[in-house]
């Protein structure tokens, strides 16, 4: 293989493990919500127990005081754990990114300054609102439907208990059914989009600072049924590497770029060398190369054999959300491949 089709491939592989990482952080992420919203119901349960079947909608407001603070402190820690994650995140980037492009060719990258790139990267809008900004935002969005929640219950005769569970969902359809359930769709997007911004912004800060080893870099697209119109039109598709990204040999602009040009982006992008520029592999060709051991990491022991079989598709199974990385083990993998 060549140099680039070297960086083609790793770069697939790299973003395979970053969405199994992600994928961990969201497990921890929502069973941290999950605990500290137990709290949070018993705070509500109490307010409401406490109050008058008549009550004014004032008096509803001053009872819920210490249940919607609760509420702002569990996205406050939220934020400060996801912002922290971010960090150690970007900062594992740096050493794979600088490693990878060490391999292909002969001359030493220039290194980021690490802690300069992780506060810029944090302080730069995603989608028009840095993740503190977000946070807030999703905050504020939760402690209005417990408000509504509330005042209609009063209004149209619920009890306590009716309250909560309309907010909670019921155990029996796994708490799905609950207005909180949208809260944790909307935190999970928010955690992947936010690891997915640490990286793409730390990639291309690094791109951008070795020009003359970095010529270009092409966008690579997970090809499956959730791929958005966006993504499908760039994938494959060349950019200069410098922070213009302007488009080669195309009309399709780089936007935020890949795994931030839209909320759950799962995009990613390839440096290339000097040297002979490939056709930019998909998720299915560069599986196709890989190990029975690896298929079977992205797609899992069963699905991985009806695939070597050809039994089944590759569309759909490249996001595995069940595929676990600490950061520790993607750490480690980048360790081993040195």
Request: glycine share 6%; net charge neutral.
């Amino acid at each position: 293989m060549t140099p680039n089709e070297k960086l083609l491939d790793a770069s697939i592989d790299h973003q395979i493990d970053l969405q199994h990482y992600a994928n961990s952080v969201v497990r921890e992420e929502m069973g941290q919500l999950n605990d500290e919203d137990a709290a949070l119901f018993a705070l509500l349960l109490a307010a409401l127990l406490s109050l008058p079947t008549n009550a004014t909608p004032a008096q509803v407001d001053a009872a819920l005081a210490p249940a919607l603070l609760a509420n702002e402190r569990v996205y406050g820690d939220a934020a400060r754990d996801l912002a922290a994650r971010m960090e150690a995140l970007a900062q594992e980037e740096v050493e794979y990114q600088l490693a990878l492009t060490e391999r292909a060719q002969d001359q030493r990258p220039t290194p980021l300054d690490t802690a300069r790139t992780v506060a810029d990267m944090l302080a730069v809008p995603i989608i028009g609102l840095t993740i503190a900004e977000t946070m807030r935002g999703l905050a504020a969005k939760r402690a209005e439907a417990i408000r509504r929640a509330a005042q209609a219950g009063f209004v149209n005769g619920q009890t306590a208990d009716e309250i909560v569970r309309s907010l909670r969902g019921t155990k029996s359809a796994g708490f799905t059914d609950g207005l909180f359930n949208t809260s944790r769709h909307h935190l999970e997007t928010t955690i992947r989009t936010a690891l997915s911004h640490a990286v793409s912004y730390t990639v291309a800060a690094f791109r951008a600072l070795n020009p003359t080893i970095i010529r270009a870099v092409v966008w690579l697209s997970v090809l499956d049924t959730h791929t958005s119109t966006w993504c499908i039109a760039r994938a494959g598709k060349r950019y200069t590497a410098d922070e213009a990204h302007r488009p080669i040999g195309h009309a399709y602009d780089w936007g935020a770029g890949p795994g931030r040009y839209h909320y759950n982006c799962r995009s990613t992008s390839a440096p290339l060398v000097a040297g002979e520029i490939p056709n930019a592999n998909t998720y299915a060709d560069w599986l196709s190369r890989q190990s029975a051991a690896r298929q079977d990491e992205v797609l899992g022991p069963t699905r991985g054999a009806m695939y070597r079989r050809g039994q089944v598709s590759v569309e759909g199974f490249l996001n595995n959300r069940g595929r676990l990385l600490t950061l520790d083990q993607l750490r480690a993998r980048r360790l081993g491949a040195s």
